[in-house]
Protein backbone atom coordinates (compact mmCIF):
# COMPACT_ATOMS: atom_id res chain seq x y z
CA UNK A 1 0.00 0.00 0.00
CA UNK A 2 1.46 3.11 -0.27
CA UNK A 3 2.05 5.84 2.17
CA UNK A 4 2.66 9.45 1.81
CA UNK A 5 3.74 11.32 5.33
CA UNK A 6 3.53 14.37 5.57
CA UNK A 7 5.17 16.89 8.03
CA UNK A 8 6.34 20.24 8.43
CA UNK A 9 3.41 22.02 9.73
CA UNK A 10 2.96 24.35 12.63
CA UNK A 11 1.92 27.57 14.22
CA UNK A 12 3.26 30.44 12.67
CA UNK A 13 2.49 34.70 12.62
CA UNK A 14 1.26 36.39 9.54
CA UNK A 15 3.89 37.10 7.34
CA UNK A 16 5.80 33.90 7.96
CA UNK A 17 7.32 30.56 6.29
CA UNK A 18 6.66 26.92 7.16
CA UNK A 19 8.17 23.95 4.66
CA UNK A 20 5.93 21.06 4.47
CA UNK A 21 7.56 17.56 2.71
CA UNK A 22 5.80 14.61 2.14
CA UNK A 23 7.74 11.31 2.02
CA UNK A 24 6.51 8.73 -0.71
CA UNK A 25 7.27 4.96 0.45
CA UNK A 26 6.02 1.60 -0.84
CA UNK A 27 4.94 2.43 -4.34
CA UNK A 28 5.03 0.66 -6.99
CA UNK A 29 5.12 3.38 -9.55
CA UNK A 30 7.91 5.99 -10.20
CA UNK A 31 7.68 8.60 -8.00
CA UNK A 32 9.68 11.05 -10.61
CA UNK A 33 6.92 10.50 -13.19
CA UNK A 34 4.38 10.74 -11.19
CA UNK A 35 1.46 13.57 -10.85
CA UNK A 36 1.66 14.87 -7.22
CA UNK A 37 0.58 17.68 -5.17
CA UNK A 38 -0.56 19.48 -2.32
CA UNK A 39 -4.37 20.23 -1.01
CA UNK A 40 -5.51 22.10 2.14
CA UNK A 41 -8.87 21.73 3.89
CA UNK A 42 -9.77 24.74 6.04
CA UNK A 43 -12.85 23.97 8.82
CA UNK A 44 -16.29 24.12 7.03
CA UNK A 45 -15.03 24.83 3.55
CA UNK A 46 -14.23 22.17 0.52
CA UNK A 47 -10.52 20.89 0.24
CA UNK A 48 -8.52 22.61 -2.84
CA UNK A 49 -5.56 22.16 -4.34
CA UNK A 50 -2.47 24.47 -3.77
CA UNK A 51 -0.01 23.44 -5.88
CA UNK A 52 0.81 20.45 -8.10
CA UNK A 53 3.33 18.85 -10.47
CA UNK A 54 3.02 17.34 -13.69
CA UNK A 55 5.42 14.48 -15.26
CA UNK A 56 7.10 17.10 -17.38
CA UNK A 57 7.72 18.99 -14.04
CA UNK A 58 5.25 21.79 -14.72
CA UNK A 59 3.64 23.12 -12.01
CA UNK A 60 0.19 24.89 -11.22
CA UNK A 61 -1.12 27.00 -8.10
CA UNK A 62 -3.95 28.42 -6.65
CA UNK A 63 -4.63 32.07 -7.88
CA UNK A 64 -4.66 32.70 -4.03
CA UNK A 65 -0.90 31.31 -3.92
CA UNK A 66 0.24 34.51 -5.54
CA UNK A 67 3.50 33.65 -5.82
CA UNK A 68 4.01 32.53 -2.11
CA UNK A 69 4.39 29.01 -2.70
CA UNK A 70 6.82 26.82 -4.15
CA UNK A 71 6.19 22.98 -4.92
CA UNK A 72 9.62 21.18 -5.75
CA UNK A 73 9.98 17.32 -5.64
CA UNK A 74 13.60 15.44 -5.12
CA UNK A 75 12.93 12.33 -7.04
CA UNK A 76 15.80 10.92 -5.10
CA UNK A 77 14.33 11.01 -1.94
CA UNK A 78 11.10 10.47 -3.34
CA UNK A 79 9.63 13.57 -0.80
CA UNK A 80 7.59 16.47 -2.75
CA UNK A 81 8.41 19.83 -0.85
CA UNK A 82 5.63 23.28 -0.51
CA UNK A 83 7.86 25.89 0.73
CA UNK A 84 5.24 28.83 1.80
CA UNK A 85 6.40 32.40 2.49
CA UNK A 86 4.31 35.51 3.67
CA UNK A 87 1.84 33.20 5.31
CA UNK A 88 -1.68 34.75 5.98
CA UNK A 89 -4.05 34.05 8.26
CA UNK A 90 -6.36 32.65 5.22
CA UNK A 91 -3.65 30.03 4.82
CA UNK A 92 -4.78 28.17 8.01
CA UNK A 93 -5.55 25.01 6.65
CA UNK A 94 -5.06 21.02 6.97
CA UNK A 95 -2.48 20.57 4.21
CA UNK A 96 -2.25 16.95 2.54
CA UNK A 97 -0.05 15.55 -0.30
CA UNK A 98 -1.75 13.09 -2.79
CA UNK A 99 -0.58 11.97 -5.66
CA UNK A 100 -2.26 9.91 -8.81
CA UNK A 101 0.57 6.85 -8.70
CA UNK A 102 0.72 7.22 -12.52
CA UNK A 103 2.00 10.16 -15.28
CA UNK A 104 -0.14 12.95 -16.11
CA UNK A 105 0.17 16.30 -17.82
CA UNK A 106 -1.54 19.10 -16.13
CA UNK A 107 -3.25 22.13 -18.06
CA UNK A 108 -5.63 23.26 -14.95
CA UNK A 109 -5.63 22.35 -11.28
CA UNK A 110 -6.99 18.98 -10.53
CA UNK A 111 -9.81 18.94 -8.25
CA UNK A 112 -9.14 16.09 -5.33
CA UNK A 113 -11.21 13.21 -6.86
CA UNK A 114 -8.52 13.54 -9.50
CA UNK A 115 -6.04 12.43 -7.37
CA UNK A 116 -6.21 8.52 -5.72
CA UNK A 117 -3.34 8.62 -2.47
CA UNK A 118 -4.10 10.80 -0.04
CA UNK A 119 -1.67 11.30 3.40
CA UNK A 120 -3.10 11.47 6.42
CA UNK A 121 -2.42 15.55 6.65
CA UNK A 122 -0.09 18.25 8.50
CA UNK A 123 -2.11 21.34 10.34
CA UNK A 124 -0.39 24.62 9.55
CA UNK A 125 -1.97 27.09 11.77
CA UNK A 126 -1.50 31.05 10.63
CA UNK A 127 -2.20 33.72 13.56
CA UNK A 128 -2.22 37.50 12.95
Known amino acids: QVQLVESGGGSVQAGGSLRLSCVVS??????????IGWFRQAPGKEREAVAVIDTAGSTLSGDFVQGRFTISRDNAKATLYLQMNSLKPEDTAMYYCATTGGGCYYYSLPTSKALTYWGQGTQVTVSS
Open 26 to 35: RNTFSFSRAC
